[in-house]
């Protein structure tokens, strides 16, 4: 078994043709949206449909709800999606020696802070702006806090030629004026939230006309323009299924380079916001564990300051602050939960997928939650080791892979990691250089919140 | 001949095991560098020898000098370039339809930006660092401007256990914090020149405290550092033959990926500052030109503020302001020229690679000087339709890869055109914002020097 390479790259005719689905492999059907009108009455099915269809296109719809196991990517999308793709699979030799693990522990991780995003978001962003796009409509609207979603976006919009109109929290746009010429660059419009463009941003602003905005606010806007607009659709990049369906595309490469290393994990390790690259890695081996070809862990690692799957409730809740989503069974902090100020913004998020959160409910995935402070220190190890700076989301799996590692040694296992490195940490110099001058603190759950936007 | 394919990548199998060395191939032998004594006594061979050999390591020395023209790459080498090697070669099929191209007329490009420091920078910092370490080196000190060449040294220094020591441009230091925190998270050292640790820096100071350093400053303060220590060693990025050599690994694996797609460039592009990454593409070239394997002409881009190919002399002159370098035949703008301030800070410089010069000079590379804002609209074209947001120094090759293509469908001519995209523009979002925002001019050489530390 094994090899002694290094890098496991695929030939670009590897890309997956497919999307693995995994809502039809669950042990339990997934449990559909609620809404309720303004009186309270509970709506029915089409009710919700028809709310989802002013914002979504069918296509992205039905994969939503798609009970079909695999969904074929188009092939103008895998396209586009070889401008970066097949990410490369890596052996952390260098880090393995510095941490003295013996021949039987191995750590590998996925890489996909090759994209022109520096993240896995554009793994979702080019799809829904190609099914968009199909469906006619000319413009997006979405909402972002300090902007990587809302470039991976810009960047979809800019290939297949569609407008993209961001709502960014407003101390964000502020303070983190790179990431809004970034979108802007790429042809995005970028609007500070709240603003006076939406009934939305104008009732805040009427409020408290010095309103620094908020994510939530941000998502109602954006609802808001697409509502409005017949040719203006909303997008979101996480939490959705179809959102996980997309970043699929992760682990089904990651098997095949797997299989070029000789080794099979015997644990999947990504980080959790709102689920969307932990699905992307663990969803194809959960089905490949179905297969009976392997028998690996399933493990989310999530920040101590929102640990929504290690310490949220499993129930029904509005995926927004403001109430403009449906509510979804998920686990969750309470939708009025503001974390703690970290600096892994994309993992602030109060809830968590549905289809993740019913992984972990079924027991088919473990989460673990780990400190800030940790997690940098793991980073700047791998960064000396590997060359690759981390993105402070990617940081989190990267400590549970060290503490994976360091557990089989301790007990004198052989033990396979393989470890999503979801995205480079060159937009992240403000936490490293606050993580380096010891100002980083830890944040426990119970301590409630302490809002940073920084770190949005 | 061609395929419809847009991305041509290799197998890490497939990483060229030898560098290509271009001087034994050129019409006539390189000049040797020439160096003299404080009275003007033009120092020997052997006296330069001994000056350089306190500098670099000894293996750097003969690579310097070699007239052989493959010299192996260690396999530790290929191990650690294997974290972001082969790089993929991309064809700009949406570039070519927005450019409204004939099917005759082709772009490819080789992109760099994959690397951990985002730039080919790596591609010299690794075997120097590994030399280095060979040789019991334990510490590097080195200059940055903007820390473009002082990151991927400090990537370099951790991925082999070397303390590097980079003197920084004192304007940067305070204006770019985010380089510099991107260094000391490697585990660089990072100090602000002119400093107090050297005589260079404290004799500056002394004549003027609030000296806000220069390039020629900084180089001066790391050689002394590297002179005084037998344990410390200097490095350079650019320029110097052994850093061209270890560049040709772009353009071999190029080659490679050029005979994946059955084309043959009819150009070959990319752009000079010291001439680091047209050499790394072009000299494969040149070398499969002398095969009779490709008629390719080999095109170097600069800035119209900094032309030193197109409008440089071709004579001995210092490779830095304050003469701690020995002296080298190329084309120069002089020594004491200090460019306008053009955000292209790569490209800012006053002489050229002699083997890159000599080419030049022979006939064998042509060269063209372009306009800054030409360069960034042609950036921001690239960015909306391939998706990469490209450094502001690489978005020179992009124009002239597109002039060519434009060229090419004027006189109804097919054309395959090569370029080097040699790397991303996450660092460089200051320059886009002042693009987009209007505030972007142009310079003629003749309007002589603005100096703007920003851009370095």
């Known amino acids: ?73 188009p092939g103008a999308v895998i396209d586009v999606y070889k401008t970066y793709r097949p990410s490369p699979l890596l052996r952390a030799r260098q880090l393995e020696k510095d941490l003295g693990l013996p021949e ?17 978001k554009p793994n979702t962003a080019i799809p829904q702006a190609y099914y968009n796009k199909a469906e006619g409509i000319t413009k997006i609207a979405t909402e972002t806090g300090a902007g990587q979603w809302g470039s991976a976006m810009s960047i979809a919009g800019a290939l297949y030629g569609i407008d993209v109109e961001v709502f960014m929290v407003g101390v964000s746009y502020d303070q983190k004026p790179y990431r809004r010429i970034l979108m802007e660059t790429y042809g995005g419009t970028v609007h500070k939230s709240p603003s006076n463009l939406t009934e939305s941003g104008r009732h805040v602003l009427a409020m408290d006309p010095d309103s620094t905005g908020s994510l939530g606010i941000a998502i109602s806007e954006a609802c808001e323009v697409a509502i409005k607009d017949p040719g203006t659709h909303y997008a979101l990049g996480s939490v959705l299924n179809h959102v996980c369906l997309h970043q699929t595309i992760i682990g089904l490469e990651a098997i095949e380079q797997m299989a070029l290393a000789n080794e099979e ?23 490949r564990k179905l297969e009976g070809k392997s028998k690996a862990r ?14 949220g409730e499993y ?40 289809l993740v959160s019913q992984l972990v409910h079924e027991g088919e995935a473990e989460a673990v939650a780990v400190d800030q402070t940790a997690c940098f220190a793991a980073a700047v190890q791998f960064a000396r080791a590997e060359g690759i700076l981390p993105a402070p989301e990617s940081s989190h799996a990267i400590l549970a892979a060290i503490n994976e590692a360091k557990d089989a040694q301790a007990k004198g296992e052989d033990r396979t990691i393989l470890f999503n490195l979801s995205g480079h940490g060159h937009f992240d110099l403000a936490a490293y250089a606050a993580y380096n001058a010891g100002e980083l603190k830890d944040f426990d759950f119970a301590a409630g919140a302490t809002l940073c936007d920084d770190a949005l």
């Open 1 to 73: 078994m094994g090899s002694d390479k290094t890098r496991f790259g695929l030939d670009e005719t590897r890309i997956p043709e497919a999307w693995y689905n995994v809502a039809p492999d669950l042990k339990n059907p997934p449990a559909p949206p609620k809404a309720f009108a303004p009186d309270g009455t509970e709506l029915g099915p089409d009710q919700i449909g028809e709310r989802l269809a002013s914002l979504f296109p069918m296509e992205i719809l039905k994969q939503e709800m798609s009970a079909e196991r695999w969904i074929d990517i």
């Open 104 to 120: 039987g522990v191995k750590i590998f991780y996925k890489y996909e802070g090759v994209s022109p995003a520096g993240s896995h």
């Open 265 to 287: 994990p015997d644990v999947v390790v990504a980080c959790v916001g709102g689920g969307s690259n932990f699905a992307g890695i663990a969803f194809p081996y959960y089905h």
């Open 298 to 311: 399933l493990l989310a690692v999530e920040p101590k300051a929102c640990p929504t799957l290690t310490a």
């Open 315 to 354: 129930r029904y809740d509005l995926g927004d602050e403001a109430g403009m989503t449906p509510q979804m069974l998920m686990y969750t902090l309470g939708h009025d939960f503001v974390p703690a100020g970290i600096h892994a913004g994309g993992l602030r998020y109060h809830g968590d997928s549905p």
